[in-house]
């Protein structure tokens, strides 16, 4: 079992380019989990999807963000323009259905 | 709406010395609960978990958590702490049915001197 796969691993980037954030799950979960990690706000969950479908995108801070999980196997999440305030570590964790989740290394993105 | 609270942010203690860390969750449903750890500079893992039986819940590193349902309440204790316990600690609760959108709550980092 490979784990939950995250790329890149750090990205440093300038204020106004586009980001994209990649994750490939572990085969066979059925659910996708995109989060945001700061000192100042903690761990936030952004959106989830169930077997590929985005179920609640509420923690997307603003229309900036964009996730999509084309197939069971790979999720992005796009952030376009980045700000720098955009600056956090990225995981990305995958699951079954009630079952703990599994965490990626995480994206430590830096906007300048 | 589901939330689950930790009260302590940030703990300090001594080797040797007996962890308790607090987790009030806010549901009236049947839930699930776990306990993550995030060591420094590493992704999040499991410590243990609780769906249901026995309240009294062992994991690995010898943590283990207590469910009273009465209090909404699974906290986290470990008898005798080590250096290497020094790192974040998570609670997270999700429904046990339905979408499982899981809510962290706000961690308590441990600092354990030695």
């Known amino acids: 079992d490979a784990g939950v796969i995250q790329s890149p691993r750090h990205e440093v980037t300038e204020m106004g380019q586009e980001v994209t954030l990649r994750c490939k799950p572990i085969?066979?979960?059925?659910?996708l989990f995109w989060y945001r990690q700061t000192m100042m706000r903690g761990l936030e969950l952004l959106i989830y999807f169930n077997n590929n479908v985005p179920i609640d995108d509420s923690g997307m801070p603003e229309d900036r963000f964009s996730a999509k999980m084309p197939n069971a196997s790979f999720s992005t999440l796009k952030i376009q323009p980045s700000e720098p305030r955009d600056s956090a570590v990225y995981f990305c964790?995958?699951?079954?259905?009630?079952?703990?989740?599994?965490f990626g290394d995480g994206t430590r993105l830096s906007i300048l | 709406a589901q939330s689950v609270s930790q009260h302590n942010h940030h703990v300090i203690l001594s080797e040797a010395a007996s962890l308790e860390l607090g987790c009030n969750y806010s549901y009236g449903g049947t839930v699930n609960l776990f306990w993550y750890v995030q060591y420094p500079g590493q992704h999040l893992q499991l410590l243990l978990k609780y769906f249901s039986g026995d309240p009294l819940v062992k994991g690995i590193k010898g943590f283990e958590a207590e469910f009273i349902k009465s209090k909404f309440s699974f906290n986290l204790r470990k008898p005798s702490v080590q250096w290497s316990d020094t790192a974040e600690y998570f609670c997270?609760?999700?429904?046990?049915?339905?979408?499982?959108?899981?809510?962290f709550g706000t961690g308590t980092k441990l600092q354990v001197i030695p």
């Open positions: 085969s066979g979960h059925d659910y």
């Open positions: 997270a609760v999700t429904l046990s049915g339905g979408y499982q959108k899981v809510t």
């Open positions: 964790a995958s699951s079954l259905r009630g079952q703990p989740q599994h």
